[in-house]
């Protein structure tokens, strides 16, 4: 009977750690930051133009927000997470640089941490989330309605080296404004922070590098593209494609 016995309290244990390790979980967030090509930039460097893009246009920021959404956690087994909340990260004002998710997650390694630039479009409907209809991140119902993915604003020295205002605003793609609008190709996209082991609380530490807007695979000339970006569609695409490799992931603290 005691051989019996200590089978069961063995069996009893082994079950029990199995449960606790199954039920470890633990919180995250992300932290964003930014940069110009190794700079860093925060809001205390805005309204001077000090920037230089790829095509050699000087140029300021003085506003630049963005939203993100839909953080996904993915591990080898097939395992996934989706946590469906969004963030919009409001340079300016210093605003939501870090986002913490209500959502717990487990430890482990996750083959795969990824989030939304702006909003799928299933989920890119026009007014229904209050507090970005409070920020004016709409979008005009002509080009489809919605919402914003990235302002960026500021100003640039033209041609002739005079002070002029750019607005580099990144939403879904429209073509034939109107009441029907027609969309060529979905511009939100993925990225990509890669594998990551998480054995505590994270801070997941993304860099956005502003610079890359500009540069690649598009040069970027704001004397041909620098207003009325909305409804052109292919300076929408253009946008989607230089947002490819923006944003990088720095670091995990935990």
């Known amino acids: 009977m005691n051989k019996i016995a200590s089978i069961i309290f063995i069996l009893f244990s082994l079950l029990s750690c199995s449960s606790d390790d199954d039920n470890n979980t633990v919180s995250f967030s992300l932290n964003f930051s930014h940069n110009w090509d190794g700079t860093p930039v925060t809001n205390a460097d805005f309204n001077t133009i000090k920037f230089t893009n790829a095509e050699g246009d000087q140029l300021s920021i ?3 927000r963005y939203l993100i959404s839909d953080i996904k956690l993915e591990k080898s087994n097939g395992e996934t997470i989706i946590i469906e909340a ?8 210093n605003q939501n640089l870090i986002f913490s998710p209500t959502a717990t997650i487990s430890e482990g390694t996750y083959s795969k941490v990824s989030f939304i630039f702006g909003f799928k479009n299933e989920k890119n409907l026009d007014g229904v989330y209050p507090d970005l209809n409070t920020v004016s991140w709409n979008v005009p119902a002509m080009l489809g309605g919605g919402y914003h993915y990235m302002q960026l604003d500021g100003k640039f020295l033209n041609s002739s080296n005079m002070e002029q205002g750019y607005n580099y605003h990144a939403i879904r793609a429209a073509d034939n404004p109107g009441a029907n609008p027609t969309f060529p190709q979905d511009t939100f996209f993925e990225v990509n922070l890669g594998s990551v082991t998480i054995s505590n609380n994270a801070v997941f530490n993304i860099e956005m590098n502003i610079a890359q807007w500009f540069k690649t695979p598009h040069t970027w000339d704001l004397n041909v ?7 052109n569609s292919a300076a929408q695409i253009m946008m989607y494609d230089n947002g490819q490799n923006v944003f990088s992931l720095k670091s995990v603290d935990q």
């Open 225 to 231: 593209l620098n207003q009325m970006l909305m409804p």
């Open 86 to 93: 969004y963030n919009l990260v409001d340079v300016t004002n």
């Open 62 to 64: 003085e506003r630049l």
